[in-house]
């Protein structure tokens, strides 16, 4: 049934909840070699097929010895074992520690056959070809077992993890060259008003699409696959084109304005117009931002971001960051870094009390302390945005945050930078 434009807001809460079912099914996987794995979300557990390291090895450069013949040894009672061989790193050694013998090894290496300890270099004496050790040693000192970092059949990792480096470190030395991962969503996106042109040539006479711009990057850092579909003017039958194409070549289409309830604003009439249509969200309790809506259109979501830049962004991490997590095989709530500060001024909000509002600030470092500075400016203002470091949430009910009091500083990666 087809929900007019009016707006029936929810909270975020009850929109993610909408978002899960949304994405329960949508999600598809792909299988790509280690090398190109970075960043990406695993569609799989990851067990060990070997144990690493594969063998007991040395932990340090020194000499492979039987500990039951240093049981004696001292600095007055020296224990004197002949070297039989050395053992290095590009070399394998056949050789066997047999009693009052010792061999020279490099950190990494293998431990002969007979051998249960290492004594370091610079713990023994060298005379000729026979070293005296100085103290005794236990059985395994200095020795790395086999499967001390990783044993065969372990589980390295879980299905929803997110690949760093040092894991692709690890997925190399297990000899995994396929890892099977959860595929980039693409989202298609196009901005909607006359008075916007993605020509240059056009720049002049008018206003050139940047909010596409943004918006991408961020699509991109979310882990999803941006597609521009570039921009369309105030005309139903060329939204439609374009939400038509979007349809077809993507996962996820975004609009960016006209679709809040001005007479020029025709994208739900154009989604209406297409086909089977249902309007999820119509507005959530975030301001600025709430004209932000979601609705399902040949099983495939449009998510309608406002226009204004400041509502935008907002649109953005309330609706379509958490949309493409859940494609990609992620809880929508991003584990946003946080820093804690103390506002530098008392900020007072009289207007949508039943909402949460989002403000930017500036972060500033005082005596190793941090505080927030709010920049003002409404909504279609982005010099608010680039002189900030960061947002709060004030949390719906509340009018009036003092100075002094100690707010959460969000970072959301592509608006700033992890310093």
Known sequence: MWIPKKFAYMSLSEAHILLREI???????????VFQAYDRVLAEDIISDINIPPFPVSHVDGYAVRSEDTLQASINNPVSLKVIGRIYLDEVYRGEVKSGEAAYISTGCALPNGADAVTPVERVRERGGYIEV???????????????????????FCTGHILRAQDIKLLIDLKKWMVKVFRRPIVALFSVGSELTDRFEEADKKKFDSHSAAISILISEAGGVPMSLGVVPDDTNAIISKLREGIEKADVVVTIGGASIGEKDYVLEATKRIGESKVVIRGIKVQPGRVTSLCILNDKPIVMLPGHFQSTLVGFYAILLPLIRLLSGLEPEEPCLTVRARLTRKIVIREFLSFDRVRFVRLMKVLGNYFAE??????????VVTNSDGFIIVPCGRD???EGEEVNVHLIRGLYPFK
């Not at 100085?134 to 390295?156: F, S, T, W």
């Not at 709010?374 to 010099?383: R, T, V």
Request: charged share 30%; hydrophobic share 35%.
């Open 134 to 156: 100085l103290r005794p040693l236990h059985p395994r000192e200095n020795v790395i077992p086999a499967g001390a970092d990783v044993k065969k059949g372990e589980k390295v």
């Open 400 to 402: 009036i945050l003092e």
């Open 374 to 383: 709010p920049i003002l400016g409404n909504s279609s203002i982005a010099s």
């Open 23 to 33: 994405a329960r099914g949508k999600r598809s996987e792909e299988t790509v070699p």
